[in-house]
């Protein structure tokens, strides 16, 4: 199933509580199988992903709608099933996002292994998606300046 990164969190009614189940927790971090995705205007695009279980921890997520261009995330069939997704646009994509302390322009983001969660039911799992090849783990989110001008004199 092909789904769609471009649905953007206001074509939703937000629900009650953010919360969202994860079944099989993260990659990792299995014994975590409640978060709640926390808004903070102020952050945005980056949203704060709180796991709950033996502690309690936070990642940085985004939406990936408009911020990563040419993003086409499929999943295989089986995946979409186990999460009820009977259409494309249920499925919110959210990648997790690795930045530096001292190094934020730096700042990667997985967009092999995204977090895909139904919006109707809001079970989530975190995937491998299908066409994994087209994308990395480590996707720069700034353009490195120095890298351009050195493309650029070459």
Do not use: C
Not at 7 to 12: C, H, K, L, Q
Not at 35 to 55: R, S, T
Not at 83 to 92: F, G, N, S, V
Not at 127 to 149: D, F, G, K, M, T
């Amino acid at each position: 199933m092909k789904v769609l990164p471009d649905v953007y969190p206001t074509d939703f009614d937000p629900p009650p509580a953010n919360e969202l189940i994860l079944p099989n927790g993260l990659i990792g971090f299995g014994a975590y199988q409640r978060a709640e995705l926390l808004y903070l205007p102020d952050h945005l695009p980056f949203l704060w992903m709180k796991l709950h279980g033996p502690e309690v921890l936070h990642f940085i997520v985004i939406e990936p709608g408009g911020i990563i261009p040419g993003y086409e995330p499929e999943i295989f069939d089986e995946d979409a099933a186990q999460l009820d997704l009977r259409t494309p646009a249920e499925a919110m994509i959210l990648n997790i996002v690795t930045l530096r302390r001292q190094q934020p322009v730096e700042a990667t983001v997985n967009l092999i292994g995204p977090v895909v969660v139904n919006r109707r039911t809001r079970t989530g799992r975190q995937l491998v998606i299908s066409n994994y090849s087209r994308y990395s783990a480590h996707h720069s989110l700034v353009e490195n300046p120095q890298a351009s001008s050195i493309a650029r004199t070459a």
